[in-house]
């Protein structure tokens, strides 16, 4: 089955500096490759997503990149706020089911 | 639009007991989802429903965990009995009939087996 790989567990940045987040996936199948944002004590958020047909995909301060011949995508934030601290989530969907397999998250705090 | 809702928010329940944890889908979505994510580890599938009908329920852990979805509306998921590594935060999302859409999670029912 899917295997979703997600580094780093933890990252702390100043306010203003970008964040990366690398996931990495087993399958070449898969074809859908959403982020998810998770605030403490709430609901997992979809944030971007993208498919296997588009290499990189931007919503104003966030973008995702996906490259299919290494199998990894990441998200990266750039002109990170405090409001952007939370748990984000990586996962990847195969073509022949509706299945969602995430990475284990990473802590991203923004200092002020 | 009201969005994915749970119910309880939280349950705290001794082993051997029985727990019914409950997800409304967001109006007029097919697919009902169950996930699962034990403390430190990452978000893992349970089960798909399209409508009433159990389409993929390859992440169940064993024959403890009964998902229900009579009617094709809100969705049940029993555990019985309940065992210590059960605790953790249940999640339901619910996506639309197109194939590979969006899935939006709900806010998640923390279970504790003490």
């Known amino acids: 089955g899917e295997n979703v790989e997600q580094h780093p567990s933890t990252l702390s940045v100043q306010e203003g500096d970008s964040a990366v987040i690398k996931c990495t996936y087993s399958?070449?199948?898969?074809?859908?490759f959403p982020w998810y944002k998770q605030e403490l004590g709430k609901r997992p958020q979809l944030i971007i997503d993208?498919?296997?047909?588009?290499g990189e995909k931007k919503d104003q301060r966030i973008a995702v990149t996906l490259n299919k011949t290494a199998k990894h995508f990441s998200l990266h934030i750039t002109e990170t706020q405090p409001e952007d601290s939370a748990v984000y989530f990586c996962?990847?969907?195969?073509?022949?089911?509706?299945?969602?397999?995430f990475g284990k998250g990473t802590l991203l705090t923004v200092n002020p | 639009e009201a969005g994915v809702t749970q119910f309880p928010s939280h349950s705290v329940i001794e082993k051997g007991q029985t727990v019914t944890l409950r997800c409304d889908p967001i109006?007029?979505?097919?697919?009902l989802y169950w996930y699962r994510r034990v403390m430190g580890k990452e978000i893992k599938f349970l089960l798909h429903?399209?409508?009433?009908?159990?389409?993929?329920e390859s992440g169940m852990p064993n024959n403890r965990f009964l998902a229900e979805r009579t009617g094709g509306t809100y969705s049940t998921l029993k555990v019985q009995p309940a065992e210590l590594e059960d605790s953790g935060v249940y999640f339901c999302?619910?996506?639309?009939?197109?194939?590979?859409?969006?899935?939006?999670f709900g806010p998640g029912t923390r279970l504790t087996v003490t």
């Open positions: 109006s007029g979505h097919d697919n």
């Open positions: 996962a990847a969907m195969g073509s022949s089911n509706y299945k969602l397999t």
């Open positions: 993208i498919r296997s047909n588009v």
């Open positions: 999302a619910s996506s639309s009939n197109r194939g590979g859409s969006e899935q939006y």
């Open positions: 399958d070449s199948a898969s074809n859908y």
């Open positions: 429903f399209v409508k009433e009908s159990k389409q993929d």
